[in-house]
C-alpha cells in the first residue's frame, strides 16, 4: 500500500476537522434529520375499535371498547411525557373540551371533569377520547394525557351525533371562557361560520384564554363509518382550504402526524398549520367501560397541544395566551411545520416563583427567537475553520519548498549556478 505524505495527512484531517464542526454548528439539522427518518420496523395495527368524530346514519351510540390497551402507544415516547412530567402535570388548569360531550365517569378522568348542561352526555365518544389525551391520570395503560393533573370543562360543540355546527361551536368558546378555562380546545373543523367563530375567539383572547383547534377535518371515511377512522376504504381527500376556527389568526392551529413522521395515508390535505402533533394511532378512552380506543386526525393532534398549553399555563401562570402560543411553536422541533415538542415548551420557560430546575442529564431546548445568533455563530466558526484550512494548506507547500532552498529568494538558484 503506498504511504500518503505527512504533510498531505495533516492537511487532510484539518479540513476534515474543521468541516465537521461547521455542520454540527448549523442550528436544528440534528434534530430536523431526527424527526424525518423513519423508523426501522413500521408500526403495525393496534387491534382496538375506532373512535368516530360524529356517528353515522343509523348507528348507535358508542358502547365499551371490550379490549383494554397492555402497552403504551407510541405517543408516549414522543411526547416525552415523563420528562416534561418533572416540570409540570398541569395542576390548577381548566381545559375546556368543546366537542361531543365527556364522560364524567371515564377512568382515567373520574373526579375532574365539569359538565354543566348535558354535557357530560357523550354518545359519540370523541369529546371523552380526546379529554383522555389532554388529561387522562398518569398511571392509565394508555400513559395518561399530556397534563394528568389538569380539570376538564366539557361544552357541546356539536348535536347529540357529532354533526358540528359554526353557532354551537362560537357559543361553546364564550361559555368556556365565562365558566373559567384558561385553555379551550376545539375538536372540530368547519368551513362555514367564519364571522361569529371569530367574534368567539376574540372574545376569548381578550379575556387571556387560548384556543387550540384541528387544522382540517379528521379522516374521511367511507359510507358506514364514523369519522376519523383509521381502518378501512376512504373516500378522495378534498384540495386544502381553511378550515374554522383554526384558520383564526389568534388559533394555535394544528395537523397531525404519525410514528414515522408523515401525515396519515389519505388524511385531509391542510391548507395552513402552526405546529404538527402526534394524530395518528393515539389511544384513549370511550365514553364508556375500562375498555381502549384508537383515533386518527388533527383533532386528535389538537388534543396533545391543547395538554402542553395546560402545562406551560400551570408552570408559569404570568405568561398570556398568546405568549403560549408563541412558547409552543419557537420551541418546537424545526421543521416544515414545527413539530410539538412539550419538555423544550415548558423548560424554557423561568420564574423564580414556579421554576424548578430540570433533571442535569436533559438538555434544555433554546427558544427559536435565538435562531439567528446561532446560525450567526455558525457561519462564524465555518469561516474562521476555512480560514485555517487555507492557511495550513499553503504552509504545507510553502514551508518545504523553502527549506529546500535554504529560504533563498526565487531567481537565486540561477544566480548562484552562473556563479
Request: charged content about 15%.
Amino acid at each position: 500500500m503506498r504511504r500518503v505524505p505527512r504533510r498531505a495527512r495533516a492537511v487532510a484531517s484539518v479540513a476534515v476537522a474543521t468541516l465537521t464542526l461547521a455542520v454540527s454548528a448549523l442550528p436544528g439539522a440534528a434534530s430536523a434529520t431526527a424527526y424525518r427518518r423513519r423508523p426501522a420496523v413500521e408500526p403495525t395495527p393496534v387491534g382496538l375499535p375506532v373512535i368516530p368524530s360524529a356517528l353515522a346514519s343509523g348507528q348507535s351510540c358508542t358502547g365499551a371498547s371490550p379490549t383494554e390497551a397492555h402497552a403504551q402507544p407510541w405517543t408516549v415516547s414522543a411526547l416525552s411525557l415523563a420528562r416534561v412530567r418533572r416540570l409540570s402535570q398541569g395542576a390548577g388548569i381548566t381545559v375546556a373540551v368543546v366537542d361531543t360531550g365527556v364522560a364524567p365517569d371515564a377512568p382515567a378522568l373520574a373526579g375532574r371533569v365539569s359538565a354543566p348542561g348535558g354535557a357530560g352526555k357523550d354518545c359519540v365518544g370523541h369529546g371523552t377520547f380526546a379529554a383522555g389525551l389532554i388529561a387522562g391520570r398518569a398511571d392509565d395503560a394508555t400513559g395518561g394525557g399530556v397534563a394528568p393533573r389538569a380539570r376538564i370543562l366539557a361544552v357541546r360543540g356539536t348535536g347529540r351525533r357529532g354533526e358540528a355546527d359554526p353557532g354551537a361551536v362560537a357559543s361553546g368558546i364564550r361559555s368556556a371562557v365565562d365558566a373559567g378555562a384558561r385553555v379551550v380546545y376545539v375538536g372540530v373543523a368547519l368551513t362555514k361560520g367564519r364571522p361569529e367563530m371569530t367574534a368567539a375567539v376574540q372574545y376569548a383572547a381578550g379575556k387571556d384564554v387560548l384556543v387550540v383547534a384541528p387544522a382540517a377535518p379528521d379522516a374521511i371515511p367511507s359510507a358506514g363509518t364514523g369519522v376519523g377512522a383509521v381502518t378501512g376504504s376512504t373516500q378522495s381527500a378534498p384540495p386544502a382550504q381553511p378550515y374554522f376556527p383554526a384558520f383564526i389568526p389568534q388559533v394555535v392551529s394544528v395537523e397531525d402526524y404519525g410514528e414515522g413522521g408523515t401525515r396519515p395515508k389519505d388524511a385531509p390535505n391542510v391548507f395552513a398549520a402552526d405546529i404538527a402533533a402526534p394524530g395518528d394511532a393515539v389511544v384513549s378512552h370511550g365514553p364508556k367501560g375500562t375498555g381502549h380506543f384508537i383515533g386518527s386526525g388533527s383533532s386528535l393532534a389538537a388534543a396533545n397541544v391543547a395538554g402542553t398549553a395546560a402545562l406551560i399555563r400551570a408552570y408559569e401562570p404570568r405568561l398570556t395566551a398568546a405568549e403560549v402560543a408563541r412558547r409552543l411553536v419557537v420551541s418546537a422541533y424545526p421543521a416544515a411545520i414545527p413539530v410539538l415538542d412539550p419538555y423544550a415548551a415548558v423548560s424554557a420557560v423561568s420564574s423564580p416563583a414556579t421554576a424548578t430546575a430540570p433533571p442535569p442529564e436533559s438538555a434544555i431546548r433554546m427558544p427559536g427567537s435565538a435562531s439567528d445568533a446561532a446560525r450567526g455563530r455558525a457561519l462564524v466558526v465555518a469561516a474562521v475553520g476555512g480560514g485555517l484550512v487555507a492557511l495550513v494548506a499553503a504552509a504545507a507547500v510553502i514551508i518545504p519548498r523553502g527549506r529546500a532552498r535554504h529560504w533563498r529568494p526565487a531567481g537565486r538558484d540561477g544566480q548562484d549556478a552562473a556563479r
